[in-house]
């Protein structure tokens, strides 16, 4: 089970029930944070979750809505006795700006492992989780994330026969390691069938709409998408500005194909989202405003009767 | 009249209804902060305050926990068509802090100004606030802070006379101007009497509770102080951390012959500081707990029949 939950979702400034910006997920006791703004600690608290377990904390850019909460953060993770490294993955930049931010944190008790995202797309492996970060389009080098957990095919015993693979190993082998057993070597998939359908969950502000994100996001069982402005009639300026309205989120989401689309960063001056709500369901059907708190739990689809 | 409120009540940590510490005044069309821990700018909308009227940010020290919101909060000063310089005041480091935080807020429309007190007590004048700065006894360079209003004398028609002042520029003297006339100059106290009972408000967090504070406190119409811990059994953490119990501020407060005492900065652990609200009215009666949006006002006292 992979859980979800919107922390904050205001862009530029902090609003009473509307925090800055910021995502967490849940998987396997690993927490992964993606943006940190001012009142991702509050949101956290008001979900229940534990600071402990975040062991990925992932930057869209470096605009203070989207980072300003992290020193803070930091140092409640510090008092939650976690001393165990966390990594930090953002654009170029990141540790330049960690170092100066972090002068108010100054003796945390866990090392921070930077990562800087110089390629267009990045993908990386973390406790479980697979992180491909992409390049959107924003006033400063910005990146969308897709977090997702693959899923491995389904165990064959008629594969494990043709492999004259050990009833004993098996286990081993679909936890996904390889194996020596008396000089031969087995690898997960001699026992396993094709890679079945994972979890996947797109997150992506601060941005135009460019070809990145409908690419990335493809198949996606959630796809979380900036909504600067609900009004089509602010096409200008999200284009000024390198945001999106509505309308185009919900047009990624449709040629992306994804099976659900939640609205976040919105502007301070919208203060009814949901006012949209109709018009934008003409272009994607599927789409829920975002707001703090909202959570999902996303499990891995249903197998059919002989599966495991 | 002097309008106070207290934006943020935690220490540490903010949590889910108290913000970290922060406290606002405002007098004369003139803002003036202390401390500016994460949820200031949300304490200050729910407020119904401004932005753009903060023309003075007074720091206790750079404890996360007291600065964190700073960075934020200039965007949004900033955001709110500032163009006028802001003073900053506080501790020695104070621009070093200050310029590492504002890496996430580079662009900044008005000019910070910085002044560090290196002395143990300070006075600085500033948009018709008095301010004095005093050493408190943290584990890190720490200062409590005296806003205070002064009030000039009443007028007094007897001394315009025996002083020879023209009625036209008696105005000018009362508004405190010093007037050139005829060849002669002529000052406010010419046609004042004595300075009459202004408006003070002390704040003070964190430290010990040391004899300057009970000093610098001595009849305020309002003491805002910290009490980490409500339980006198935490009395041993307390002197360790350099903090207060409730009772200790109490004692400070009746010390002081402070009009009122208001206690803030609480610890996270402690849910509900009203609980110790009974054993600490023993100590000084006129005490009540701070919480978020906690506010008043103070007014100057009523003149008697003839008073101006």
């Known amino acids: 089970m992979l859980e979800v939950c919107l922390l904050g979702t205001g862009g530029m400034m902090p609003l009473p029930g509307r925090a800055l910006t910021a995502m967490m997920t849940r998987y396997n006791g690993s927490s992964l944070l993606i943006d940190c703004g001012e009142g991702t600690q509050v949101g956290i608290r ?27 953060l930091l140092l409640s993770i510090g008092n939650a006795d976690r001393t165990e490294p966390i990594t930090l993955m953002g654009p170029r930049g990141l540790e330049t700006v960690v170092k ?29 989780y697979c992180i491909t970060a992409f390049r959107v389009n924003h006033n400063t080098p910005c990146y969308g994330y897709s977090i997702s957990i693959p899923r491995a095919g389904k165990f064959s015993s008629e594969k494990a026969e043709v492999n004259e693979v050990p009833m004993r190993i098996w286990n081993k082998l679909q936890k996904g390691n390889t194996v020596e ?41 959630l796809f979380i998408c900036e909504g600067m402005y609900g009004d089509d009639m602010m096409l200008a300026g999200a284009k000024d500005k390198k945001h999106m309205t509505f309308s185009e ?39 829920n405003m975002g707001k703090d708190g909202k959570s999902k739990e996303l499990v891995f689809e249903k197998e059919d009767e002989d599966g495991r």
Chains 1, 2 share one sequence.
């Open 100 to 128: 100066a931010l972090t002068i108010i944190a100054p003796a945390l008790p866990f090392p921070l492992e930077f990562i800087e995202i110089k390629e267009d797309i990045f993908t990386f492996q973390q406790k479980g």
């Open 46 to 72: 008001k979900r229940g979750w534990s600071f402990h377990p975040i062991d990925t904390i992932c930057f869209t850019h470096y605009h203070g809505d989207h980072i300003s909460g992290l020193p803070g």
């Open 181 to 221: 057993w008396e000089g031969r070597v087995f690898t997960p998939d001699m026992i396993l069938g094709e890679e079945r359908k994972g979890l996947k969950v797109v997150y992506c502000t601060d941005t135009r709409p460019v070809k990145s994100i409908a690419e990335n996001a493809e198949n996606a069982d």
């Open 249 to 287: 989120a919900a047009v990624l989401a449709r040629e992306a194909n994804v099976d659900e689309l939640w609205l976040t960063h919105f502007s301070p001056a919208l203060v009814r989202p949901g006012d949209y709500m109709e018009e934008i369901k003409k272009i994607f059907r599927h789409v």
